[in-house]
């Protein structure tokens, strides 16, 4: 069954956040849902997550999934408030405990956050099928950008986090902590697989020249025009480019809030004794 798509962009983070749905007053599944957040005075706000409620109610659908395709460095997740006002299950790649060790470790986080991947509702291995409503998916996983990237395959439709980005912006960086380009690369070429006309849905939007934004290519422009992995690109000349890239680009402006929520699926840390709840900065560390 072709699942319904509905994409949301928000222009502030260049996110682009889905609705996968089988049918009007069906079951659907909530990919990579942003939380508005100011970084200078620490205020949330949930604008995009309301729309993402507004259409799932005027379209009277039933949230199975909001699913995660891997814990972001550049916006926070909604997950949690959408789960509080529509339900449905939380959702991520099952090597999200090496995530959290690792920025357990960062953020020298107490015993109350154990990294054993509970926040969420459930851990996807790779090859794993599951239903929304009508439609069947299959989680795959393309780690590299993340040792727990986890891509969502809906018939001809690949939802692929931060993996490619359209062809004329590349790939994705692979120097967060526990990054590799070794296996970006491999998993760039697993999705590469996918017969040519698979539609690929992307996370994130950078248009070059003013072009307008997008998010949605083939695994055959993918093949023949990504300037970072198109045919032809070898595995060593591809990780001495992303090695000399990364090296160039500044750290993501919301990466120190953004993973202390996002590797708790979108809930806040547990407030202090004053009833506040607080992100820590590492200072010297990153």
Known sequence: MT??????????TWTISYIVFDEA???CAIIDPVLDYDPHSGRTRTILADQLIDFI???????????ETHAHADHLSSAGYIKDKLGGKTAIGNNIPLVQKTFKNIFNLGDEFIPDGSHFDHLFADGET?????????????SGHTPADMAYHFDDAIFIGDTLFMPDV???RADFPGGDAH???????KLLTYPPQTRLFMCHDYPPNNRPVEYQSTVAQQRESNIHAHDGISEEAFIAMRTER?????????LLPSVQLNIRAGTMPPPENN??????????MI
């Open 3 to 12: 699942p319904n798509i509905k994409a949301f962009f928000d222009a502030t």
């Open 246 to 254: 990364d090296a160039t680009l500044e750290m993501p402006t919301l």
């Open 130 to 142: 599951f239903q929304v409503g009508k439609l069947t998916a299959t989680a795959i996983s393309v």
């Open 25 to 27: 007053g069906g079951s």
């Open 275 to 284: 009833g506040v709840a607080y992100f820590k900065i590492p200072i010297n």
């Open 57 to 67: 109610t005027s379209n009277q659908l039933s949230v199975s999934w909001i699913l």
């Open 183 to 189: 296996k970006l690369y491999q998993s760039i070429h």
């Open 170 to 172: 590349g790939t994705a």
